[in-house]
């Protein structure tokens, strides 16, 4: 069986070498332009850009034809998509699954919501690749890697919330906090997949610090960790540091954000995913 995985541009994996791997772009729209969460854009210009771009920005999901293209060579696929909860990324994942289906029935496509996005995707990626790798048939890994899912998780820092709010993704009254100086917002994907706001920390030492707790109250043992920021590699690398001096064994990899996490998580956002297990 020729088996394959498929991202939405939002885990930040644009390549994962080992096994054969596609992602789909979200993208993010200004009044001038259109940015295509791809390898071909320039993520850097892109932050730049939106730092005194003026007027209405927003982000849309790939479409169904995106999805399908992805997924259409190989015989056994293995799809991840945002959280369905703030993107239609999921249901277009879904459509495409039907629509194969029907010209080709004998595919095997699973859909997997991460109810999250960033880092606890980039977990789940390279699980699937292990489990691939391992030889497991369809069904073995399609179990396993649902029964995974419940043990990864997703804390964010961040340092403006003005995307999420203008957005609709979370409550414009409590994005203002995070406007004033020096004040982060460190919250957590939620079990349904929504954004759960926790902490407002001041000062980047405090926030760091705030996220490594959260990290412990929920059942962090010193499992892999997948770090990525936007434009924010201190605030990444100390992290991680901090981390090994509690867990010396921790396996801690770091990427920056590309188009759809930077447009969300902002100059200096951090994402962070881990396993309780
Ligand atoms: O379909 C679309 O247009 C995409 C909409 C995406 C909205 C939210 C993206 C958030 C990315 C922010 C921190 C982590 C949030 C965790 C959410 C469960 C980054």
Redesign the pocket.
Known sequence: MNFKIVSDS?SNLLHFAGVPYATVP?KIMTEQREYVDDTALDVTGMVSDLRTVKGKT????PNIYEWKTAMADADAVFAIT??S?????YAAALQAKAELLEEHPEKRICILDS????PEMQLVIERLASLIALGKDFETIECEIREYMKHTH?I?C?QSLVN?AR?G?VNPVVAKIAGVLGIRIV?V??EV???ELLHKPRGAQKALLTVIEVMKANNYKGGPVRIAHCNNEVGATTLAAKLRAVYPDAEIKIVPTTA??SF??EEG?L?IGYEDL
């Open positions: 939002s979200l927003s982000t849309s999901c945002i959280t909860n703030l993107s239609g990324s109810l999250s996005t960033g997703l964010f961040l999420l957005n993704r919250g994907a939620s997949g929504t954004l759809l996490c969300y998580a956002g994402m």
